[in-house]
């Protein structure tokens, strides 16, 4: 909690005399003013985060966060949760689709192993930092202990605070968990205050027969838990996951240490939504990828008050949509260093 609580105090608001320098040398560039709409608006938002004139982008990292979830024995995933260890798996051999668009945006990729129900060797690429073995089923009782949770979230701090000092200019979010829609429909009903069936969608594609079932779930779940609210900690902890809980912690850590940070889709989201109700000056240094098919996803951006750069039907997860707006963040900050 030590570790949560200094980085919660050291999350400045972002210094707005940062906007007006870039504006300024926007205008001065050779089109009509505002001409490049939202790329003006990513160079801006680069110069006012990092505090710089002439930001770098030159070392970018996604983070994808892996863990196992409860839930799934109750139905509510059209695969099993084996699947959450052979994905990672592949990660660590550059197969997946997050590590093709990686490569793409010249980014690296770290697969975090925070909640995986499996044990893996040393592998290269692989960081364990485990907290739980799969989390409980909250359809039965609280998915992690409010400990638990904290830790969650303390790792992901961790990584930030690392990879800042390794001199990375940029941070991308992305998850691997069978049943993960599960946990994050359910903060998104309980932290925008709509109901269950307006933020819970098919996921990887079940039928409309389970989609019924996981709404009657995550409704039970809700009941049986009662997390509150007004405390994100305590909505993590008994309808969460370790993953979501892990992407919490490394948007603040981002934040704390002054570094942009993208956020990949519905899943990543529900995590930023955690640290965004812990500390909501960090909206300001997250940029949202896109805007995913699944219907909470822009209920849960509406609710910090961020706008999607991408929209083009994705729901893969991993930081796929995070390693392609990283190349239209990128686009602005080449218009305003080079045009």
Avoid at 82 to 104: D, K, P, S, W, Y
Avoid at 248 to 256: N, S, T, V
Avoid at 270 to 276: E, S, V, W
């Amino acid at each position: 909690m030590e570790l949560l609580e200094k980085t919660l105090k050291s999350i400045d608001d972002v210094d707005a005399k940062w906007y007006d320098t870039a504006q300024k040398h926007l205008d001065n560039l050779t089109k009509p003013l505002g001409s490049l709409g939202r790329l003006e608006e990513f160079a801006r938002r680069l110069v006012a985060i990092t505090e710089n004139k002439s930001p770098v982008l030159d070392k970018k990292v996604i983070f994808t966060f892996a863990g196992d979830h409860g839930i799934t024995s109750e139905g509510v995933s059209a695969y099993p949760k084996e699947v959450t260890q052979q994905m990672v798996l592949n990660f660590l051999r550059g197969g997946a689709g997050i590590n093709v668009l990686a490569r793409h945006a010249g980014s690296e990729v770290v697969v975090v192993d925070i909640g995986v129900d499996a044990d893996f060797e040393e592998l290269d690429g692989l960081v364990k930092m485990k907290v739980v073995k799969g989390t409980n089923n909250f359809a039965k009782g609280p998915a992690m202990t409010r400990d638990e949770a904290i830790r969650c979230i303390e790792v992901g701090i961790e990584l930030a605070n690392g990879y800042a000092k390794k001199g990375f200019k940029m941070f991308g979010t992305g998850e691997m968990g069978i049943g993960n829609t599960t946990p994050s429909s359910a903060i998104a009903s309980v932290l925008t205050d709509r109901p269950v069936s307006e933020v819970t969608s098919k996921g990887t594609g079940i039928t409309e027969e389970s989609l019924k079932r996981k709404i009657k779930v995550i409704e039970n779940g809700i009941k049986l838990n009662k997390p509150n609210p007004k405390d994100a900690i305590d909505v993590l902890s008994k309808i969460g996951g370790a993953e979501i809980g892990g992407i919490a912690g490394l948007i603040l850590g981002a934040a704390a240490n002054k570094i942009p940070v993208v956020i990949d889709g519905f899943i990543s989201t529900a995590g930023a939504l955690i640290a965004y109700c812990l500390e909501p000056k960090t909206k300001d240094y997250m940029f949202a990828a896109h805007k995913s098919v699944e219907i909470g996803h822009k209920i849960m951006l509406d609710k910090i008050g961020l706008r999607p750069i991408l929209d083009l039907d994705l729901r893969l997860g991993e930081g796929t949509g995070a390693a392609l707006a990283m190349l239209m963040i990128e686009a602005g900050l080449k218009i305003y260093k080079e045009m």
